[in-house]
Structure formats: structure tokens, C-alpha cells
């Protein structure tokens, strides 16, 4: 969710920066082109272009990051784990939602996941992760964490002994 928060603050910083140069590119034009300065008549039109095609693009994008950090975090907090219910707990179209899932797994803003059979699923090797997780106790269905460098653990709620699984 930190890589989010991160893009978004940079697509919004750079946005606002350049429709702020939007005016400013045109007083350079004009002045540069008055005063015969081609460096600040070309700066000029090159503040003009970006502050009028590419701010509003990066500002769409803050938007786009912002549904995308809402299906992170339904993930993450809710357990939400099918696009069914990201969508019903976020208000965010199903078929868009499916498109965050997809980007959030490709580049890495959630982790330990897989998308399979509709859902997504916990990856639970022990061989793609040292960090302790968490497991569903098989007697009373409370998350227990576990050390998945341990064999057994013994759930906190109903003191049910549980193997480790891999």
C-alpha cells in the first residue's frame, strides 16, 4: 500500500506542477517570441504541451491509484479475497476491480497472493516465505499465526495442537 501512497504523491506533485506551468509557459511564449529569445519561447511551448496534455493525464492516474489502494485495501484489512466482494465493499464495477487484482499482483503491491479459480489465494509454502503467517485453525477456524519454521503450533483460542502446512 506504501508503493500506492508513494505514486500517487508523485503523480499529483508533477500534475499540479506542470498545469501551474500551463500559464507560465505562455507568458514565456509570448515573451520569448517578443523579445526574439528561441530558449524561452521553446521552454515556453514545452510548459504549454505538458501543462495541457500530460497534467490531466497524471491526474486521472491519481485517481486510478486511489480505486486501486481501495482494492489493496480491501484485500488486506477486509479479506476480501473475489472480485464479487471487492466490488461490493468498495463500489468500484466488478470487470474494474478484476483490472486492479491484475496490477496489484504484476507489480507487486500485494503480496503472497495468486489468482486462481476466481479468487484470490493465500500462497502458503513455506518455501516462498521465512515470515511468520497466518493459518485457519482447522477446529475452531480462528487465524492462528504460525512460524513456518516450526512443525506444529498450538492455536491460542482453543489450544487445538495444528500442523504447520506447507
Known amino acids: 500500500m506504501d508503493k500506492v501512497k508513494k505514486k500517487i504523491g508523485t503523480y499529483?506533485?508533477?500534475?499540479?506542477?506542470?498545469l501551474i506551468g500551463l500559464p507560465a509557459g505562455i507568458v514565456m511564449t509570448v515573451f520569448g517570441a517578443t523579445k526574439g529569445i528561441t530558449a524561452l519561447l521553446v521552454i515556453g511551448i514545452v510548459l504549454i504541451v505538458a501543462g495541457f496534455y500530460?497534467?490531466?493525464?497524471?491526474?486521472?492516474?491519481?485517481?486510478?491509484?486511489?480505486?486501486?489502494?481501495?482494492?489493496?485495501?480491501?484485500?488486506d484489512n477486509q479479506n476480501l479475497y473475489t472480485a464479487q466482494e471487492i466490488a461490493a465493499g468498495t463500489g468500484i464495477r466488478e470487470k474494474a476491480v478484476l483490472g486492479y487484482i491484475?496490477?496489484?499482483?504484476?507489480?507487486?503491491y500485494i503480496i503472497g497472493y495468486k489468482w486462481e479459480?476466481?479468487?484470490?489465494?493465500?500462497?502458503?509454502?513455506?518455501?516462498?516465505?521465512?515470515?511468520?503467517?497466518?493459518?485457519?485453525?482447522?477446529?475452531?477456524?480462528?487465524?492462528?499465526?504460525?512460524?513456518?519454521?516450526?512443525?506444529?503450533?498450538?492455536?491460542?483460542?482453543?489450544?487445538?495442537?495444528?500442523?504447520?502446512?506447507?
Open 12 to 18: 499529483l506533485g508533477v500534475g499540479i506542477a506542470l
Open 54 to 75: 500530460v497534467g490531466p493525464v497524471l491526474l486521472v492516474q491519481v485517481t486510478e491509484k486511489k480505486k486501486l489502494g481501495r482494492v489493496i485495501s480491501a484485500i
Open 102 to 108: 491484475n496490477e496489484a499482483l504484476q507489480k507487486g
Open 117 to 166: 479459480n476466481d479468487r484470490l489465494e493465500l500462497i502458503k509454502s513455506r518455501k516462498q516465505t521465512w515470515d511468520k503467517s497466518t493459518q485457519k485453525c482447522p477446529f475452531c477456524g480462528a487465524p492462528v499465526v504460525v512460524d513456518p519454521k516450526a512443525e506444529s503450533t498450538v492455536c491460542p483460542y482453543c489450544g487445538a495442537h495444528m500442523k504447520v502446512q506447507d
